[in-house]
């Protein structure tokens, strides 16, 4: 039978076991920062969103194309000024008053696209930005008849 020679085992080294890598405190506290920045952003964008989804502008123009459906429109439009329709000569005019001047001219060339559009007892002959801007005084009426 070979003898079988057992060998010592080499002796132990010095070095003490190596522990798991220890992060930076610097480096955990920018990668934690930047974590919660990024999820404050996704929340404000998704919040944005929401509200851009109820601009008063479209409301305004939203309400006065129901109310010219035949729609029931409400006494004050989301803007806050009047909301009538009239009826005469078998069309409907639908008048929003008390429009403040930038959505009265975001309203208008959204209005004056689908219909006739008086803006302050005027009917301007060519619409423009630039001619709804100079006739939308702020409290301007608009009066809008769909074709």
Known sequence: ????????????????LSHPHRVNPT??????TAIALG????LWLLMDAENNAGDPTDLLVAQMQA???GGNPPPFHALGGALRTIYGQGRINVV????????????GWRLAKTGTLIVNGVLPTRISAARLTELCENGATLTWAPD
């Open 27 to 32: 480096v955990l506290g920018l990668g934690l």
């Open 1 to 16: 039978m070979a003898s079988r020679t057992l060998t010592p085992k080499p002796a132990a080294s010095k070095r003490p």
């Open 96 to 107: 929003a008053e008390d429009v403040p001047s930038g959505p009265c001219v975001k309203a």
């Open 67 to 69: 109310a010219a459906k």
């Open 39 to 42: 999820g404050g952003l996704a």
